[in-house]
């Protein structure tokens, strides 16, 4: 059977939920939510499986801490003999303004310290999708608005991105990431008409 693993980047406990920073998380928390699972904690992570059309999906939620990300990620490739070119990693961005998103089939760490942990232990071949978080923050803030929580107002702009993420992981483990990215990365950018 076709096995993926899509780790969705943030950091454990309850003072990090809700956060910028734990944009991965609460996708996969989306993503179980609708597909009616629940995560168990396991080695270096809150892991939960299912399926989609006979094809097994592993949702990781590292409990690394983000800058250790990447143990994380490949104990559970190693773990499930799971080929780098089926994971996808699912992270904040601060360069795409809030609910912008960006697919992409590999590539640098984008100055992202978890999607870099995880390159410099299994390289940078892997898909990731990159939610953007903005960046309305003073010089020298950043640390402070990723670990910042998103108000009720953003989670609004939010929610159609956590949404079509849901779809893009689908598509992800049913047609790869190029099909994915031909597919939805036009729509990852806001329309500025209103």
Known sequence: ??????????????????????????????????????????????????????????????????????????????????????LLVISDDVALPLGEFRLKAGGSNGGHNGLGHIIQLIGDNYARLRVGVGNDYPRGGQVDWVLGRYSEDEMKVLQPTFDLSIEMIKSFVLQGINNTMNQYNRLGKRKNNG
Request: glycine share 10%; proline share 2%.
């Open 1 to 86: 059977m076709d096995k993926f693993l899509i780790c969705g980047l943030g950091n454990p406990g309850d003072e990090y939920a809700g956060t910028r920073h734990n944009t991965g998380f609460m996708i996969l928390d989306a993503f179980a939510k609708a597909s009616n699972i629940c995560f168990e904690d396991k080695r270096y992570g809150f892991v939960a499986n299912t399926s989609i059309k006979g094809r097994k999906v592993i949702l990781l939620k590292p409990t690394t801490f983000m800058n250790l990300s990447g143990n994380a990620v490949r104990y559970w490739l190693n773990e499930e003999k799971i080929d780098q070119s089926r």
